[in-house]
């Protein structure tokens, strides 16, 4: 166990339609990243949060939003699914610096059919 | 802008033999550098980083990288595998100096470690 949650562990949901990932970072982490795991596109950076906040963006698709609460736990939202959404949805966290890496979850496995 | 290159996407490897898995980076600042495996069915784990200091890093479970700044490489190795080590290894590199601290990976190498 890494530390950090994410539920569900697989998802399986019909074209158009809208879904939440959740992600409870490990204890005393402030950053949160979403990843997306694809076949044919890799590991993308999604977006990243540090302590409520925004702080990077990357490729993450307007149909797509994120935020992160007080409690520090952090939602996905991806909205009108499309087939090619399908993928491995990874969250990790940091304390917040570089030296300290990222820990991953388990990841949340979609399926859009 | 960064970017990764893992040059090969997969490596059979006998049991006991070493192996090699090769990262190329591109990035226009200084970098940190990373390398991760993912065992199958699960998320990603870090085998070993490189911050500062001295250039060759290693990790608990026998795999050493070495960082070459003059030919921007960050290679893994490890002198004899076990069939444990059947996984898949990323390499990833981040700015030093940026707003956030978002990891940017390569495709990954699947290593297949047969008996």
């Known amino acids: 166990d890494s530390g950090v949650t994410q539920t569900p562990k697989h998802l399986i949901t019909a074209t158009g339609q809208r879904v939440t990932l959740r992600c409870s970072p490990r204890?005393?982490?402030?950053?949160v990243y979403w990843y997306q795991q694809s076949l044919d596109q890799g590991l993308q950076f999604l977006i990243q949060?540090?302590?409520?906040?925004?702080?990077a963006k990357g490729n993450i698709l307007e149909r797509f939003s994120a935020q992160q609460f007080p409690d520090l736990h952090s939602e996905l939202n991806l909205s009108s699914l499309e087939l090619g959404d399908s993928a491995l949805y990874f969250c990790?966290?940091?304390?917040?610096?570089?030296?300290?890496?990222?820990?991953f979850g388990s990841g949340t496995r979609l399926t859009v059919v | 802008a960064q970017s990764v290159t893992q040059l090969d996407s997969q490596v059979p490897v006998f049991e006991e033999a070493p192996v090699e898995l090769r990262c190329n980076y591109s990035?226009?600042?200084?970098?940190?550098l990373f390398w991760y495996v993912q065992y199958p069915n699960q998320g990603l784990q870090l085998l070993l980083k490189?911050?500062?200091?001295?250039?060759l890093v290693e990790s608990i479970n026998g795999f050493e990288a070495e960082f070459n700044k003059s030919q921007t490489s960050f290679h893994l190795r490890k002198p004899s595998v076990h069939i444990s080590d059947t996984a898949e290894y990323f390499c990833?590199?981040?700015?030093?100096?940026?707003?956030?601290?978002?990891?940017?990976f390569g495709g990954g190498t699947r290593v297949l470690v047969k008996p």
């Open positions: 949060y540090y302590n409520g906040e925004e702080r």
């Open positions: 990833a590199v981040s700015q030093r100096e940026a707003a956030g601290n978002k990891l940017t």
């Open positions: 990790a966290s940091s304390v917040g610096g570089h030296n300290y890496g990222y820990t």
């Open positions: 990035s226009s600042v200084s970098v940190y």
């Open positions: 490189y911050l500062s200091g001295s250039t």
């Open positions: 204890s005393g982490d402030l950053s």
